[in-house]
């Protein structure tokens, strides 16, 4: 649809979620910091570089121990399983192991991509 009204594709390849699904995932500002980080992936992601780099992106470069602990245990406890669930990463070694990125992270990424260009 997006695609139709600004002459242009979105995304380069399917995503398998329903729109409530895609909804859900995406209300998260740290899952979609999560989901562009995802993205740039190339082969496996320790979950503590995910963790850095959203709390940099949140927080700003300076950020606090206390600020990096709050997302580590959000993710660990919450997001980790949602972005598996939806297909941005896998987690064969649990949530605080070694992070692989999923068919889903890249048209995500992408999506929100778009998004942000058409809205400001």
Same mark, same amino acid.
């Given at each position: 649809?997006?695609? =139709? /009204?600004?002459?242009?594709?979105?995304?380069?390849?399917?995503?398998?979620?329903?729109?409530? &699904?895609?909804? !859900?995932?995406?209300?998260?500002? =740290?899952?979609?910091? +999560?989901?562009?980080?995802?993205?740039?992936?190339?082969?496996?992601?320790?979950? =503590?570089?995910?963790?850095? &780099?959203?709390?940099?992106?949140?927080?700003?470069?300076?950020?606090?121990? !206390? &600020?990096?602990?709050?997302?580590?245990?959000?993710?660990?406890?919450?997001?980790? +399983?949602? /972005?598996?669930?939806?297909?941005?990463?896998?987690?064969?070694?649990?949530?605080?192991?070694? %992070?692989?990125?999923? &068919? !889903?992270?890249?048209?995500?990424?992408?999506? %929100?991509?778009?998004?942000?260009?058409?809205?400001?």
């Amino acid at each position: 649809m997006f695609g =139709r /009204l600004f002459g242009r594709q979105p995304v380069s390849s399917t995503i398998s979620l329903s729109l409530d &699904e895609l909804f !859900n995932l995406c209300r998260v500002e =740290r899952r979609r910091h +999560a989901i562009t980080i995802m993205a740039d992936v190339e082969d496996v992601i320790p979950m =503590r570089t995910l963790v850095d &780099e959203v709390a940099s992106r949140e927080f700003g470069p300076d950020r606090t121990t !206390n &600020e990096r602990t709050t997302v580590y245990t959000t993710f660990y406890q919450q997001h980790i +399983a949602i /972005l598996d669930d939806a297909d941005v990463l896998s987690a064969p070694d649990g949530p605080s192991g070694m %992070l692989v990125p999923g &068919e !889903n992270a890249e048209p995500l990424s992408e999506l %929100l991509s778009f998004i942000e260009s058409v809205s400001e």
